[in-house]
């Protein structure tokens, strides 16, 4: 057999093992999408938009969780100065860019808080059916050491008492809503039946990666309950994911799942039965300028 070409389909390149030719701070960014842009271009490989689009909303940089040691003071001197001073026009929109973008993520406690406001928003007879877990709940019960605490604390929550689980979830900085239909009702109801709603406006990412760690979630938390429910019919609980609008850009998954939650709450049927699924949950659901009127407002309430 003779010797593949170096990036082509059939043999990847592999972004993972730095290269000598590498620049040094690139290896920050290892496998998010600008060193993958980064990587094809020092190789003289066409990238289009649209890849570098879909490299940016399946690679998210994670540069920015990690600490990093604070930049040199000392002058450097190079030819090309207009880069250092900012005037370079390509330069200084592209940090205009990144500070925009920044501002647009929601960490875990700026995502709290803004639920905590919307929450206090819907009226009580809204709320009677529903109820809401926090949103790392779900990731520290997948690390062993917290997983006993987290049930304990759903326990508090009297989850099989409601119509509606809300549950916000963040992994690999990505947001998506699950929502646990009809928990504590038969499983032979017909116009009740226990479902699974996964939401997610990044398709693109396959939210059913997560439907092993799901399932055990909904296992231990009716174990936890000691309910009578069987493992066998547990296991056959659906778990339903809708067509919803997707999101533009690798930033706005949170305003997503706020605005899931929004509408949700606001338009959910008395009876979630599966017959009448996916009931509004489709691609025209909502607008973008919906979302940035909902955002707009969510912002504003807190000021």
């Given at each position: 057999?003779g010797?593949?070409?170096r990036?082509?389909?059939?043999?990847?390149?592999?972004?993972?093992?730095?290269?000598?030719?590498?620049?040094?701070?690139?290896?920050?960014?290892?496998?998010?999408?600008?060193h993958?842009?980064?990587?094809?271009?020092?190789?003289?490989?066409?990238?289009?938009?649209?890849k570098?689009?879909?490299?940016?909303l399946?690679a998210?940089?994670?540069?920015?969780?990690?600490?990093?040691r604070?930049?040199?003071?000392?002058?450097?001197?190079?030819?090309?100065?207009?880069?250092?001073k900012?005037?370079?026009?390509?330069?200084?929109?592209?940090?205009?860019?990144?500070?925009?973008?920044?501002?647009?993520?929601?960490d875990?406690?700026?995502?709290?808080?803004?639920l905590?406001?919307?929450?206090?928003?819907?009226?009580?007879?809204?709320?009677?059916?529903?109820?809401?877990?926090?949103?790392?709940?779900?990731?520290?019960?997948?690390?062993?050491?917290?997983?006993?605490?987290?049930?304990?604390w759903?326990?508090r929550?009297?989850i099989?008492?409601?119509?509606?689980?809300?549950?916000?979830?963040?992994?690999?900085?990505h947001?998506?809503?699950?929502?646990l239909?009809?928990?504590?009702?038969?499983?032979?109801?017909?116009?009740?039946t226990?479902c699974?709603?996964?939401?997610?406006?990044?398709?693109?990412?396959?939210?059913?990666?997560?439907?092993?760690?799901?399932?055990?979630?909904v296992?231990?938390?009716?174990?936890?309950?000691d309910?009578?429910?069987?493992k066998?019919?547990?296991?056959?609980?659906?778990?339903?994911?809708?067509?919803?609008?997707?999101?533009?850009n690798?930033?706005?998954?949170?305003?997503?799942?706020?605005y899931?939650?929004?509408?949700?709450?606001?338009?959910?049927?008395?009876?979630?039965?599966?017959?009448?699924?996916?009931y509004f949950?489709?691609?025209?659901?909502?607008?973008?300028?919906?979302?940035?009127?909902?955002?707009?407002?969510?912002?504003?309430?807190?000021?």
């Amino acid at each position: 057999m003779g010797k593949r070409k170096r990036g082509d389909a059939n043999n990847p390149i592999d972004i993972v093992s730095s290269t000598p030719e590498d620049p040094g701070h690139l290896s920050k960014h290892r496998t998010c999408w600008l060193h993958t842009v980064a990587f094809l271009h020092a190789r003289k490989m066409k990238v289009s938009k649209q890849k570098i689009r879909n490299f940016e909303l399946t690679a998210p940089c994670f540069l920015g969780t990690f600490s990093c040691r604070r930049r040199s003071k000392r002058r450097v001197k190079c030819k090309n100065t207009s880069l250092i001073k900012g005037k370079n026009s390509s330069s200084v929109k592209c940090k205009d860019m990144i500070t925009k973008r920044k501002k647009n993520k929601l960490d875990s406690g700026k995502f709290e808080h803004l639920l905590d406001n919307l929450w206090r928003s819907f009226s009580e007879d809204k709320k009677a059916g529903f109820t809401y877990l926090d949103s790392l709940w779900f990731d520290l019960y997948r690390k062993p050491s917290s997983k006993a605490k987290v049930l304990t604390w759903i326990k508090r929550k009297h989850i099989f008492s409601k119509k509606y689980v809300l549950v916000p979830i963040v992994c690999w900085r990505h947001w998506n809503l699950l929502i646990l239909c009809n928990f504590g009702r038969s499983f032979e109801s017909k116009t009740r039946t226990p479902c699974m709603l996964l939401l997610d406006s990044l398709e693109m990412s396959n939210p059913w990666r997560f439907e092993p760690d799901i399932r055990k979630f909904v296992m231990d938390i009716y174990k936890a309950e000691d309910r009578p429910e069987t493992k066998e019919l547990i296991s056959r609980i659906p778990l339903l994911v809708p067509k919803v609008p997707q999101q533009r850009n690798g930033e706005e998954c949170g305003n997503f799942v706020l605005y899931f939650i929004n509408l949700f709450v606001e338009g959910a049927p008395e009876n979630f039965n599966l017959e009448d699924y996916p009931y509004f949950m489709e691609k025209n659901w909502f607008t973008a300028e919906d979302l940035d009127c909902f955002c707009e407002r969510l912002n504003s309430s807190e000021n």
